[in-house]
T-cell receptor, first 114, second 111 residues
């Protein structure tokens, strides 16, 4: 079934550790996004990529990095995790282009930083 | 800051009733989208309305857009227990690929 796969589904991590959240899509979408969802704050964009080889900063990029080596994969890395990064992380994708098409979402990674 | 703000933040209705959720935004938009999120899952796109459209239908969903008031509403008619979820509006502005999501309305439909 076509869609977005995120891994892991959940993780408990000690503060200071490095963590990479994985995201893979099989829809050949050009654009991909990482959001964090926090109670009362909704979804906030962390980083995005309009096409393979390019990335951009969203609303809350500090403490996170991304790469887009190919069309399908868009990993999100926390270099040194802090408790404020406890959240649910969602990866999304769409076809991109000037007429914004609906985004397709994965089911999220629930991350707890202790 | 959030571009879209949904109202109410929570809504509880009986099965069969209609549910109306509102979204207000601050800046000019290209389009406005509504998404649904079931508990523990990712968001699922429901409907997109462009800035030059005033109303759009999809099954039991009806979306209106009033650009002069910078607001949109999502109406779910004849609600079902399976409609229980959180609903988000999302707006796209300017030339960006990015959309900005509101904080959502949590809908509970009681059987």
């Amino acid at each position: 079934i076509a869609g977005i796969t995120q891994a892991p589904t959940s993780q408990i991590l000690a503060a200071g550790r490095r963590m990479t959240l994985r995201c893979t899509q099989d829809m050949r979408h050009n654009a991909m996004y990482w959001y964090r969802q926090d109670l009362g704050l909704g979804l906030r964009l962390i980083h995005y990529s309009n096409t393979a080889g390019t990335t951009g900063k969203g609303e809350v990029p500090d403490g996170y990095s991304v790469s887009r080596a190919n069309t399908d994969d868009f990993p999100l890395t926390l270099a040194s995790a802090v408790p404020s990064q406890t959240s649910v992380y969602f990866c999304a994708s769409n076809t991109g282009g000037t007429d914004n098409q609906p985004q397709h979402f994965g089911d999220g990674t629930r991350l707890s930083i202790l | 800051s959030q571009q879209g703000e949904e109202d109410p933040q929570a809504l509880s209705i009986q099965e069969g009733e209609n549910a109306t959720m509102n979204c207000s935004y601050k800046t000019s938009i290209n389009n406005l989208q509504w998404y649904r999120q079931n508990s523990g899952r990712g968001l699922v796109h429901l409907i997109l309305i462009r800035s030059n459209e005033r109303e759009k239908h999809s099954g039991r969903l009806r979306v209106t857009l009033d650009t002069s008031k910078k607001s949109s509403s999502l109406l779910i008619t004849a609600s079902r227990a399976a409609d229980t979820a959180s609903y988000f509006c999302a707006t796209r502005s300017g030339g960006y690929q990015k959309v900005t999501f509101g904080i959502g309305t949590k809908l509970q439909v009681i059987p």
